[in-house]
């Protein structure tokens, strides 16, 4: 599952609705919807985020977090380190051989860690 996804099914369960009934009102298939809350499909284009954020009648704050999960969910991220140091090309490959292995709290700091450094850039 995506953060998306995640979140995309927590906001439709919590309005009772059903993914067949979602799908219909966006004109998708109520696969697409299943595909895209599982992670099986690529993040949603900017098109369909707005969309959704329009069946919800979500603004501001929320509508802002819906946009930065899609933006954030694509299940297959490919890592280019061409042109980079060695040590990136090794951390990069360190990171996909271990990441099935690494509990919620070492993702939770690496990503704390991460994008602290991205601040300070």
Same mark, same amino acid.
């Given at each position: ?44 284009? $900017? ?12 603004? $501001? ?22 042109? +980079? ?21 070492? +993702?939770?700091?690496?990503?704390? +860690? ?8």
């Amino acid at each position: 599952m995506t953060p998306f996804g995640e979140r995309l099914r927590q906001l439709r369960r919590e309005r009772g609705i059903t993914q067949r009934e979602m799908a219909a009102a966006l004109g998708v298939s109520a696969a697409y919807l299943s595909a895209l809350e599982h992670g099986h499909r690529g993040a949603p284009s $900017w098109a369909m985020v707005q969309k959704i954020i329009g069946f919800f009648n979500v603004i $501001w704050d929320e509508a802002e977090e819906l946009q930065r999960l899609a933006a954030a969910s694509d299940p297959r991220v490919v890592v280019g380190t061409a042109g +980079l140091s060695p040590q990136a090309t090794e951390f990069a490959n360190t990171v996909a051989d271990a990441i099935a292995e690494l509990s919620e709290t070492d +993702l939770e700091e690496l990503t704390a +860690l991460v994008t602290a450094r991205r601040g300070r850039a």
